[in-house]
Structure formats: structure tokens, C-alpha cells
């Protein structure tokens, strides 16, 4: 049963942290407005759809912004307990600052879960919709495609194109099927290639096979290891309709993975967003004990702008840290699990020994 003590830091630490993620929300969206203003103006954009943007990008930017509002919080909630001498007092009836503890620790485990869920019911869909809005009703982009069943179709200016993979960040194209039409819906040629990329504004493909399809007669087909392939699509035409990680929750992403590993693609890059999308909202836990940590350190100085400051600086090197990770694991360079992984591990240990050295 959970004690008036635990109720009233439990409280506190609540309202601190409701305080604490609107206003670093708020924040977010006013730096956001003012960096996206021209494209706003240049596109004619009305307020509805400004609004609208905004509006749909709140629960990607609540998530995001939870770690550091659930550090600040802790430091917030037992910086002021340690400078009012109320933990001194609860040491003195036998109460441990382990113990003064679990409720914040509790109540980061349950908003760590949480953010899981928003990011697996709500941001998926309020990303897709914050592209939409952008690309198709402000910057008045064509959606000529369409992603189901975890590939890419889309109807080109000369063909009709399904793709297994689109890496938007490298410009490649993976099992890529190019029908073309003649004006009675006819196939008359079709392309399958491995590979292509993007360079020096072509397509280059690789491992082609071209087959044509002559009025009369039999399908001539012809091999092809590399060529330059004329078609007028360019990487942003395909970005429209491709769904990236963000856009997917933690099941959908999994089956796509599991549907790229099956036809042979390489899904490193899925692979290591898929445990971030796990790693990240856990990291909460780890930065509710180090803001514990750093607001105890000195009891009796009342230092709470020095201890805000340096855990500031802790939750930014989080960022950092996870960031810098993460771009390893999508490169290649770190496994998958270990690069989304990493940051959470550093940070776990960082807190586990701070907590361990601070007097109880």
C-alpha cells in the first residue's frame, strides 16, 4: 500500500513533470514554427493547415521530449526535498532516500511504458498524417503511389513501379518490377532489377533482366549486369510514398523486417530502429535515478540551478550518445541490438553507480 510519503513525493514529482513536458512542448513547437515559416508563406499555406501540422506533430514531440522531463523532473522534485530538509528528516525516522525513491522510480517506470504505447498507437499515424499535410496539401506534391503490403506502388509518368525497398537516405531502389503500358492498358515491356541507384541524377541499375513484348511473337528477353535506366522519377518522387520507421509502430515494423529478411534485402537499418523504438522510452528509468543522484549530492548547499544544470547537460549527452549510436547501427558498423542498446547501457551503469556512492 503506497504511504502518505510516497503520495506526497509521488505528487509532486507528477506535477513537475506535467509542468515541465508542456513547456518544453510548447518550446519545441514555437522554435519549429519559426524554422518552417518561409516554407509556410512560400507555399501559401492557410491556417488550418499550419494547424493542423502542428497539431498532429504533438505526440511525436511529447515522446521525445519525456526523458529529459522525467530527469528535470526527479532533480526538480528532490532538489527542493533535499534543500527544505525534508529527506533529512525522513532519514532521521528511518526512511532511506532508497526508499523516499521507489514511488519516482515506479511512476517512471509506468510513463516509460507509457511512451511505448503512444509511440505504437499514435505517432505512427500522426507522422503519416504530418507528411501528408506536408508534402500533398502545402508543398501541393502529386501522391502517385501507395505503400501496402510493406512495398512500394506507384504509377509513373511512363509505367507503373513496385518496389521492395526504397532507402530514401542513400537514393536506392531494391526489387524493383517497371511495367510499362501502351495506351489499350497492353504490357509491352517490363524491367526486373536488382538494385538501383541513384547518381549524378540517374538511375543506374544493376542485374536487369528486360523483357519486350512484340504485337506478334514471343517475349524477347535480355540480360543486362549495369545500365543507366531513362525514367523521370527522382528519389523524392518515391520519398512521398514510402513509409519510414517513424511511420510504422513496433508490429508493423517487425513484419516488414521480417518480410525484407525472407526476400534477402538486408534490414540492418529496420533492425536497428526496431530496438530503438524500445530502448528509447526505457531510458526514462535510468534518468529518473541519475536526477535523483545529482539533486542529493550535496544535501545542505541548496545548489538545485547547479544540479538542473548538470543534469541538463546529462540528459542532452543521452541524446548525443543514442544519436551517434544509432547512426552506427544503421550504417553497419554496430549490431543492431548493441547500437540501440548502447546509450541505455552507459546511462543505466552511470546511474547505478551514482546511486550506490550517494549516502542513504
Known sequence: MMSVIDRYILKEFLRTFCLIIISLAALYLIVDFFERIRMFVSNKATFSQIAAYFIFSIPT???QMIPISVLLSSLVTFGILSKNSELTALKANGISLYRSSLSIIAASVGIAFFSFLVSELATPHSNQKVKHIKLIEIQKRQQLGTFTQNEIWYRGKKAIYNIAVFDPVRGILRGIRISYLDHDMNLVKRIDAKEAYWKNGKWIFHNLLITTFPEDGFPLINKITSSVIDIPEK????????KDTDEMGFGELKEYIAKL??????ATRYLTDLHGKIAFPLVSVF????GLCFSCRSERSGGIAQSIGIGVIIGL????VFAFSISLGRSGALSPFFSAWAANIIFGLLSIGMLMRIRT
Open 317 to 320: 549527452s543521452y541524446w548525443i
Open 61 to 63: 514531440i511529447v515522446t
Open 261 to 266: 529478411q525472407a526476400e534477402g534485402y538486408d
Open 287 to 290: 534518468l529518473a535515478v541519475l
Open 235 to 242: 528519389p523524392a518522387d518515391f520519398l512521398i510514398v514510402q
